[in-house]
């Protein structure tokens, strides 16, 4: 079975809103050249997850970034700039709108299947179901995924940009790097292991508590809100390597690992 489609069942067996907290939205699937896509149906703006919500990418996360500012001055443009644009989002009905092939997470990915995929195939399939649903597919960009990239645009895609992506591609360089050697350092250190997770182990909640420090706690709320629920359904389904990065001196785990 496909990643795809362990994924997919995982959704439609739970509420989407145990796995990933704030993410309202309903779940469909398509086929087309023996790919299975999962894809995610949201009809309206609603307190939502970025991964399935444009209005949220957009204006949950620009208001985020307003404390960033110095400028009160510039610092009060911009909420009005952004209030006015929520409201303009939401009279287009920006949330009406169907994800291909939508993993849930930061920056979905593509099999090699989707090089040669039947776009226009695809679009008529996701139109006759759901006609009144703009299509998007997140995380499309020229470096990873070219032949995609141009196949979506000769089919009359947009693309719009959404989010940085950091790309490495000079292994030399970041083996040479202060933070790489640092991180390394500490790795070899033998007060520190990594312990792998198995789907019966008791440690998700705390998983669940370390990804939230880090990415919720330090970042934005808005990031995606895993729940231990959802990491021990991806383990027990083989879809996720989880690691605990456990301090063997303090015996408490420092972080937690996603692979």
Not at 78 to 107: E, G, P
Not at 148 to 161: C, D, Y
Not at 164 to 193: C, G, H, M, P
């Amino acid at each position: 079975m496909s990643y795809s489609k362990k994924m997919y069942e995982i959704f439609i067996n739970n509420s989407s809103s145990t796995l990933i907290k704030k993410l309202n939205t309903n779940f469909t699937y398509y086929q087309i050249n023996n790919e299975f896509i999962i894809t995610t149906i949201t009809n309206k703006v609603k307190p939502n997850s970025y991964v399935a919500s444009p209005y949220a990418l957009l204006i949950d996360y620009s208001e985020d970034e307003l404390v960033k500012i110095e400028s009160k001055f510039q610092r009060g443009f911009l909420h009005l700039f952004i209030k006015t644009f929520a409201s303009f989002l939401r009279y287009t009905q920006i949330d009406k709108a169907q994800t291909l092939n939508n993993y849930m997470l930061s920056t979905n990915f593509f099999s090699q299947k989707w090089e040669s995929l039947d776009i226009q195939v695809l679009e008529e399939k996701a139109i006759e179901h759901y006609a009144e649903h703009a299509l998007m597919i997140r995380s499309v960009n020229k470096i990873q995924n070219p032949k995609l990239f141009e196949n979506l645009h000769q089919n009359g895609w947009i693309a719009i940009v959404s989010r940085q992506v950091y790309l490495f591609d000079d292994k030399e360089k970041w083996a040479r790097s202060r933070n790489t050697i640092n991180d390394k350092k500490l790795l070899n250190a033998s007060r520190f292991e990594f312990c792998k997770m198995d789907a019966d182990s008791s440690e998700f909640v705390r998983a669940e508590e370390l990804y939230n420090l880090l990415y919720l706690e330090k970042y934005s709320q808005h990031n995606i809100q895993f729940t231990a629920k959802y990491l021990q359904l991806l383990v027990e389904g083989g879809l996720l390597d989880l690691y605990l990065l456990r301090d063997k001196e303090k015996m408490n785990y420092v972080d937690s690992v996603l692979k």
